[in-house]
């Protein structure tokens, strides 16, 4: 149960896209299509903002879209926001009802 | 609306135990799995472990193996983790999850929505 590898930060200007990579195994993300990324403001519970790699929960602004390649999802912000500034994680199905997260990606819009 | 509530948490020495719980309401609470997550301070967040809507499968990260417990009541609409033999790394927010999406075959579900979280800070 290896927490998924994500970069420490990441940045850009509004207007801007920027991607935040997940990395892991053929074992979790290379294994299934159910790897789902959350936004976190300081002292607020996660919100779901991808799951099943792709889909986007009603609510959220087609500004955030996701994608995965063999080990390796992606989630792509586009036309970056003030309030786009939080933390992200990914998280994937390990197999057995289990589930690892990523480490974690701070967001900062310049 | 979907709402999950959090109590439970608090200070609590070396070897302790506390008990959580997660009041759900807004949804058929009976018919979802349900999940705990917990995030150290300033750290990313870990899955904790996951229950069927039914309650009868469980499962568990290897950290909270043997020293925790996750269980339902459908009658009260809540969820509990019983945590045994606490330890100084097991000091985290505490969220609970509704598995969202399935009614079976739920390792398919997303996490969605959360509660506020519940502090446990283990320290003598």
């Known amino acids: 149960q290896s927490a998924l590898t994500q970069p420490r930060s990441v940045s850009g200007s509004p207007g801007q896209s920027v991607t935040i990579s997940c990395t892991g195994t053929?074992?979790?993300?290379?294994?299934?299509?159910?790897v789902s990324w959350f936004q976190q403001h300081p002292g607020e519970a996660p919100k779901l903002m991808i799951y099943?790699?792709?889909q986007r929960p009603s609510g959220v602004p087609d500004r955030f879209s996701g994608s995965k390649s063999d080990n390796t999802a992606s989630l792509t912000i586009s036309g970056l926001q003030a309030e786009d500034e939080a933390d992200y994680y990914c998280c994937s199905y390990a197999g057995t009802y289990t589930w690892v997260f990523g480490g974690g990606t701070k967001l900062t819009v310049l | 609306e979907v709402q999950l509530l959090e109590s439970g948490g608090g200070l609590v020495q070396p070897g302790g135990s506390l008990r959580l719980s997660c009041a759900a309401s807004?949804?058929?609470?009976?018919?979802?799995?349900m999940t705990w997550v917990r995030q150290a301070p300033g750290k990313g967040l870990e899955w904790v472990s996951s229950l069927s809507g039914g309650g009868g499968n469980t499962f568990y990260a290897d950290s909270a193996k043997g020293r925790f417990a996750i269980s339902r009541d459908n009658s009260k609409n809540t969820l509990y983790l019983q945590m045994n033999s606490l330890r100084a790394e097991d000091t985290a927010v505490y969220y609970c999850?509704?598995?969202?999406?399935?009614?079976?075959?739920?390792?398919?579900?997303?996490?969605?929505?959360w509660g506020q979280g519940t502090r446990v800070t283990v320290s003598s």
């Open positions: 807004g949804f058929i609470f009976s018919g979802y799995a």
């Open positions: 053929s074992s979790d993300v290379g294994g299934y299509n159910y």
């Open positions: 099943d790699v792709s």
């Open positions: 999850a509704k598995v969202s999406g399935y009614t079976s075959g739920w390792h398919r579900g997303w996490f969605d929505p």
